[in-house]
């Protein structure tokens, strides 16, 4: 009868605590931080219910956050995270020194979720601690990891998670087995302040014991510090913008934890109190993951210095990493050091010898030196064992093209103009016209292309291409009408939008060719950049490049006098 009489009473106490979190509930938009929000302050009122549940055994326990641990497990396909096995195993690994030092002696597990809007670090009742990889991006340190995860072990060794549970029962007057469909941002939320604050304490004690440096824990908190002063500030970080959803999470998780200013003091009174020796730290081994993660999305922005950066940084770290030598070519190549990009995807050629980055290495030497290039591939085509891609002879032709030899290119062409049975020989016959256009032979470039267009109409880069051929022999009503049958889904592509713009100013349409020029040059943003622009076409579309960002400019000063 008792036990009827405490249920009752945390139903009606439950009840309340929803009617108070109603009443002072703050206005948010639709997403992750209203779920965090209202479970913060449905938390906030159950913590003031003078109930003690009936503790469940470690039995049940284990039982329902095994449960639930299948709903919130990735099980995404391999090829978008390469890297999840090798961070789960880390995680893992880091998780064995630290759970052997709890009180409570449960098969814990540890997780990795391979989502960088995911800022935070979650644990389940019975012993699963889930990490994601939006917050294992701001760490640097094993011991910074060490302590997040002593962290959410201390929620579930103190019966935090368990207790979270048992309220969620008492709210919602169902069996606990009925509760492994709990959204995972229940768990998400934090506690209330005096078990966050001991979780920080006891999490910083375990990780200690098991070898950690305590500065680990200080410096996790200074980047909370840093984040939460950026979200007050709603500034962007200064290496990367945060995705919305990314910073939603970010403001329910400051909603719902003690300040990071708190928290750094009470680890620095217990490094006081302690007398813990600061060590030095140990580098997080799988940094190098989300350093490349990070050049790859700012090779997306277009902030070419800052993706070549960090990839160079994830490679210090781990060399034998294609994508990291993608980006970093990429990178490179769009800043116009193109002897560097060579030496790039000649390494990435080492681990992936496609033969798409084979046609980008060849590209890159003809960049970079047109006497060396031909003498330069040659010598890798023969270094491949046991053969190189295929079409590589295309490339090589044209390469030999820009030295001054003509007789391969000429042969070929012949070769493949003849080809009618394999698919690929008209664009293997675009590459090779683009090798004409490439040593400045534009008559033989235009047939070549506009031959290759008939055989396979709707290509993009192929009309593309043969535009600018158009474009070379002045023929720039033929090349806008090139360009304007190219398919519109694809119709914004920077590259055609600037032959647009070069067609329509030699064709005396400048407002028209100015509004294309500023479109291409926003998306992309390498035709801003005189090196790279000669490099690559010719010194017809050099001379309009030019003249279009002079005139751009002059109009722009133009409109500020009159402003004033």
Known sequence: MKRWI???GTVLMGIAAIWVSERRKVDVPAGPAAVLYLVADTEQELTRMPVRFTRMSDEEEISIGDQLARNYVWTGPDENFPEFKEVEAYLSQVGSRLAPQAHRKLPYKFHYIPDRSLVNAFALPGGHVFVGGGLLALMDSEDELATVMGHEIEHIDHYHCAERVQQEQALRRIPLGGLIEMPVEV???GYNKDQELEADREGTRLAVQAGYSANGAIRMFEIFQRLYEEYQARAE???????DVAQQTIEGYF??????SERIAQVQKLIASEHWELKPEKDLAVAYVFWTARANAALEMHRYQVAEQLAVRSLKVRGEQPRALEVLARAQFAQAEFAAASDSY?????????AENAKAFAESLGAADRQTAATEFRHWTESVKPEPPAGMNVQQAGLDLLAGGSTAAHQLATELRATTQDAS???SLGELGWWFYLSGDYPTATNLLGDAVQRR???LELEVRFAWSQIELQRNSDALQTLSATYEEVGTKPEKTMARAVAEWQAQLPDQALQDFGAAITGQPEWSNAQWVTALYSSRVVTAVGQMQAERERRRKTQLAHSR
């Open 346 to 354: 000649r390494r990435l050629l080492a681990m992936s010898p496609t």
């Open 425 to 427: 020989a008209p664009v």
């Open 6 to 8: 405490a249920l009752s």
């Open 187 to 189: 768990f998400e939320a």
């Open 255 to 260: 909603r719902s934890h003690p300040l990071p």
């Open 457 to 459: 109409p709707g290509v």
């Open 237 to 243: 970080s200064p290496e990367e913008e945060l995705s």
